[in-house]
């Protein structure tokens, strides 16, 4: 019942020399980090970067200082001068009925809204006509 006509398997060698140079490339990368000159400037790195972190925490501690400074400085030339003259223009907003020259009884009764009739007989107009 068998057909007979099978392939036969066939045994395929991998490339060896291709995975030889690619351990070899990863192994001179490693040898090459670890090298004297290359850790030499790994470190001048790390000190750049320490150095260049300092001189912005001196720069952050100078700035709050100054903010500090114009802020004391502001209170004392307040202090000095004294609260400004009100100014004669500024006036309280008129309000409700004394705009039209009404006025309202003051405590609990002035809190009262008044209804006033409309023009159309026989109802409140609530704006939607």
Known sequence: MCGGAAPRPTIIEPNYAGYD????????????????????AQQGVQAEALRQQGVLRDLAEARTA???????????LAALIGTPVPNQG???????SNRSGMTRPSGRRGMRIDLQPTAAAGGIDLGGS
């Open 90 to 96: 500024a006036k309280a907003p008129v309000l409700g």
């Open 66 to 76: 100054a903010a500090a400074n114009t802020s004391a400085s502001a209170s004392r």
């Open 21 to 40: 140079s690619l351990a070899t490339g990863q192994l001179q990368a490693y040898q090459m980090a670890q090298s004297p000159a290359v850790l030499a």
